[in-house]
């Protein structure tokens, strides 16, 4: 299986890039949350990569972060009527700390709002993954459980726009408002490796 590619970016839409990897251009279906983190097209870009093997198709599937392929897997592997194409689109709408939040507090109805998603999915969802979720970290933060089939699955989603998000929740935005102001900010941006969360917030404030 291919874990991650890196090379160079020929091309990018809101959810699909083309990476060429020494000569050969690999076609890769992506969220719309690791579409806003792609460098510029001929720059070099890393994704970590889940492949889903089909009868009569190969598709493979890349994210900015580690923790988000792994939940994508999650999505797949553990709850019933859910396929890469609507894993794709949870994983679109809300940011991974959003996401595994709302399962941990068991927000169907925030979850309900992702397309492809109907309240009794989204119930199904937060019954069959909030265990694969485990407690939340200090400061709110809930980890992914360790699984067999995922085995990176138990690092932390801890990052900048994870704090950012909580920030604002904690001065009253709702969480998809922080959620959607912080991805605005952290795209503003641009790649930065010293992202903090004073810069986020100042952007989504300084709009």
């Known amino acids: 299986m291919i874990v991650h590619l890196k090379g160079r970016?020929?091309?990018?839409?809101p959810l699909a890039c083309v990476v060429d990897c020494g000569g050969l251009g690999y076609e890769?279906?992506?969220?719309?949350?690791?579409?806003?983190?792609?460098?510029?097209a001929g720059a070099e870009?890393?994704?970590?990569?889940?492949?889903?093997y089909r009868e009569d198709s190969q598709s493979l599937?890349?994210?900015?972060?580690?923790?988000d392929r792994d939940f994508f897997r999650l999505l797949i592997e553990k709850v019933s009527g859910v396929g890469p194409k609507v894993a794709l689109g949870i994983l679109s709408k809300l940011a991974l700390p959003v996401l595994t939040q709302a399962i941990h507090d068991g927000n169907?109805?925030?979850?309900?709002q992702t397309p492809g998603i109907g309240k009794k999915t989204a119930e199904r969802l937060i019954v069959e993954l909030r265990d694969k979720i485990g407690p939340a970290l200090p400061g709110g933060r809930p980890a992914l459980a360790a699984s067999a089939s995922s085995p990176g699955a138990a690092s932390a989603i801890a990052s900048p726009e994870h704090?950012?998000?909580?920030?604002?929740?904690?001065?009253?935005?709702?969480?998809?408002?922080?959620?959607?102001a912080v991805r605005t900010a952290a795209?503003?941006?641009?790649?930065?490796e010293s992202l903090t969360v004073e810069a986020l917030l100042r952007k989504v404030f300084n709009r």
């Open 28 to 40: 890769i279906l992506i969220p719309l949350t690791t579409a806003e983190k792609l460098p510029p």
């Open 45 to 52: 870009v890393f994704l970590h990569t889940h492949t889903v």
């Open 108 to 112: 169907a109805g925030l979850l309900a």
């Open 163 to 180: 704090d950012a998000v909580l920030a604002l929740v904690a001065l009253g935005y709702k969480l998809p408002d922080a959620d959607q």
């Open 9 to 13: 970016l020929v091309s990018a839409s």
């Open 61 to 67: 599937y890349g994210f900015a972060d580690a923790a």
């Open 187 to 192: 795209r503003a941006l641009g790649p930065n």
